[in-house]
């Protein structure tokens, strides 16, 4: 028997040996035969949690501490009923979707992965150079040979370390070691910057406990310490819908990268590859809990806390001692009053019905909005400037010291570009070889890796250098954001599929209990994706249409799931 056939085996005889004992037990034996749990871990840690959580604590303060928590409960409750699906059939999802249910579910879901996994490697690469750029080697510079040469290193080491998952049992081993390793100083890094923080007394724990009890309130609503400014500004009314806008795209953005549409594919194929079963599916929910919930939940955290203490409802970063914009966000911050001055001169031009195409009539609106706006306005702005990593880390200094700040946080973003990318071009593999239907082709795995790893090379150049690396993140979370709903409801049918599962359905209590969960979290996603898309559809131009075009898809997919559902499953009723 070959060394490939021996390790499922005695993984089978270790979880043989724990079935009768308890907790503890399990789990220590569960922890050494952990793997695919960490690869959803280093995937879900990258630029888009990064983004995420600094976003989100910067805008909303601890006040949606518990969104992110949240959003991963979901995404654990689904990725165990994949988990259930394919180690109950031992069969590759993509095939078993086009059969058991249907080819439209199946190859949107396929194509969907694909897409994040191009669009999500440009920020990587992107966040990844700033990282060393800006936090660990900021002598390197930011040219054009800098960035591609740093960007090729990123590239050739992420397509070496995806190059042993190739090399068997041995390989796929010291790939998940290496995913370990680059997880856990992710989760060290932004730990060690929180209690630093700590101990110059600059958390209050008391406020962050109360911002991890749910107040959906705020999904709605800016934050309270805006509430004041807001008041006293020369447009309340666009403020609060400027701020909402944009608390929702960060939102949906935090719920997108807890679990993305290409997590749902990766984690039912890195286990088939381990040649996991049935037998495994206790171990599968444990190594989720550990490898992906609880350094998640660690790391976002203590981004989200830092980020909070450090720049919500604050300017300190933003003006110079004389008052004025810093070099930096200058331009940011003039088009964020730009932006405001628009928005109130075509809200006077639709009050006294002024026709908005004619630049005659608007140019004196904009400019007359222009003066009108006062000091209330300006912080505003200024509060809800995008910071980067170098800023974040810049702020960090006085009270962590310039060690920490720079090389302590740059690390750990570095940590997190670098892990996400090489689990996407794994992903890409995976795709690849499903796209051609060669399952064990090397060839297509390679192709698969290097087209995504090739779009990422693209990334700082294609994205430029805009006013925060890190928040290149955000659009691709709120693209990921709004697919998920695809892999989400596929899997709440195949789950409650005689055809697909058999006599392996769950039944009784059991079933209920699946059903209520799955479709809690199901239909969280899909109010998120909806809720996203409505509000981009009210945009001018190619956005609108392509957020419109995206509500009726999901529409046309929720539908063909439901009908190919029914008769699918009355045929094999019908055949019993």
């Given amino acids: 028997m070959s060394n490939s056939d021996d390790q499922p085996n005695r993984e089978i005889e270790i979880l043989e040996s724990v079935a009768d004992k308890g907790a503890l037990g399990k789990a220590k034996a569960y922890t050494k035969l952990s793997g695919p749990g960490w690869l959803q871990g280093a995937i879900t840690l990258g630029g888009g949690s990064l983004a995420g959580a600094l976003y989100l604590g910067t805008i909303s303060g601890y006040n949606l501490m518990w969104l992110q928590p949240l959003a991963m409960i979901c995404g654990i409750i689904m990725l ?48 990844g150079r700033a990282a060393v ?32 998952y190739e090399g068997g049992n041995k390989g796929i081993k010291w790939f998940e070691r290496i995913l370990k390793v680059m997880v856990g100083i992710i989760v060290v890094s932004f730990f060690l910057v929180v209690v630093t923080l700590t101990s110059k007394g600059a958390i209050p724990w008391g406020e962050i406990f109360s911002g991890l009890i749910p107040n959906f309130s705020y999904l709605f609503n800016p934050a309270p310490a805006y509430a004041e400014l807001i008041g006293s500004s020369s447009a309340p009314e666009i403020w609060n819908n400027i701020i909402s806008e944009k608390q929702r795209d960060i939102i949906i953005a935090a719920f997108g990268t807890a679990v993305g549409i290409n997590m749902t594919f990766l984690l039912p194929y890195s286990m088939l590859r381990k040649k996991w079963g ?13 490898g992906l919930f609880v350094p998640f939940v660690i790391a976002t955290g203590c981004v989200v806390i830092a980020s909070a203490s450090q720049f919500h409802s604050k300017t300190d970063d933003i003006f110079d001692e004389a008052g004025k914009p810093v070099p930096k966000v200058a331009k940011a911050y003039q088009g964020s009053l730009d932006g405001l001055a628009d928005k109130k001169a075509k809200a006077e031009a639709e009050k006294n019905e002024v026709d908005q195409e004619d630049k005659d009539q608007m140019d004196p609106l904009i400019a007359s909005a222009k003066k009108s706006l006062n000091e209330s306005d300006r912080r505003i702005a200024a509060m809800l400037i995008k910071r980067d990593n170098a800023t974040f880390a810049t702020s960090l200094a006085p009270l962590t010291g310039d060690t920490v700040a720079q090389a302590v946080f740059g690390v750990g973003v570095l940590g997190m570009a670098l892990s996400t990318i090489i689990i996407l071009m794994l992903i890409n593999g995976f795709a690849f070889q499903e796209l051609f239907n060669q399952p064990g082709s090397k060839t297509l795995y390679f192709i698969g890796c290097a087209v995504s790893g090739s779009a990422g090379l693209l990334g700082p150049f294609i994205w430029g250098d805009g006013q925060a690396k890190a928040a290149l993140a955000v659009p691709t979370s709120v693209i990921g954001g709004s697919l998920i709903p695809i892999a989400y409801f596929t899997f709440l ?21 699946w059903n209520i969960l799955m479709i809690g979290a199901t239909g969280i996603a899909t109010f998120g994706s909806v809720w996203v898309l ?23 997919l929720f539908l063909v799931g439901i009908i190919s559902f029914i008769v699918k499953e009355s045929k094999t009723s019908g055949s019993n």
């Fill in 80 to 127: 165990s009923a994949i988990a259930y699906v394919t180690l109950s059939t031992g069969q590759r999802p993509f095939g078993a979707i086009n059969k058991g249910l249907s080819p439209l579910l199946g190859w949107s879901w396929l194509i969907a992965v694909i897409l994040a996994n191009i669009v999500w490697c440009l920020p990587q690469f992107n966040l």
């Fill in 534 to 556: 409505n509000g981009k559809s009210k945009a001018d131009g190619f956005a609108g249409q392509a957020a419109t075009g995206g509500l009726i898809f999901l529409v046309v």
């Fill in 133 to 164: 750029q800006q936090n660990l080697l900021p002598g390197l510079g930011e040219s054009a040979v800098s960035t591609a040469g740093i960007c090729w290193v990123l590239f050739i080491v992420a397509f070496a370390v995806n190059a042993s």
């Fill in 278 to 290: 049935r037998k495994h599916r206790g171990l599968a929910i444990f190594d989720l809990s550990i």
């Fill in 493 to 513: 049918l195949m789950m409650n599929s005689r055809r697909v599962l058999g006599d392996k359905r769950p039944t009784g209590r059991k079933r209920v209990i």
